[in-house]
Nanobody, 124 residues
């Protein structure tokens, strides 16, 4: 089991940037993929971005390409989500997830381990 702890959320204004962090522990992540998901009130949890830990290959939801960047730091066992040009539609709880697979899935139910989430609120 992988323990995940997210941080970096907060209240920002439209157009601002935020960087979310997800610190992982408990497993060697070389055979894992990591995903960022978000869930707004009354909506289903949706895929935002994912990364294959072994080579750092990033994958993005089509709607976030160009605004969000996912990356990982091997030494710190941490995954990041850099979010730029935020707007009110980005308001949600953002979750980090881990899956013991070399394939980045966009379906939340595939992921085995989840963090507690971090709230991002964008005021317009």
């Amino acid at each position: 089991q992988v323990q995940l702890v997210e941080s970096g959320g907060g209240l920002v204004q439209a157009g601002d940037s935020l960087r979310l962090s997800c610190a992982a522990s408990g497993r060697t992540l070389s055979s894992y993929t990591m995903g960022w998901f978000r869930q707004a009130p009354g909506k289903e949890r949706e895929f935002v971005a994912g990364i294959r830990w072994s080579d750092g290959s990033p994958y993005y939801a089509d709607s976030e390409k160009g605004r969000f960047t996912i990356s990982r730091d091997n030494a710190k066992n941490t995954v990041y989500l850099q979010m730029n040009s935020l707007n009110a539609e980005d308001t949600a709880v953002y979750y980090c997830a881990a899956n013991p697979s070399m394939v980045v899935f966009r379906t939340s139910r595939v992921y085995k381990d989840w963090g507690q989430g971090t709230q991002v609120t964008v005021s317009s």
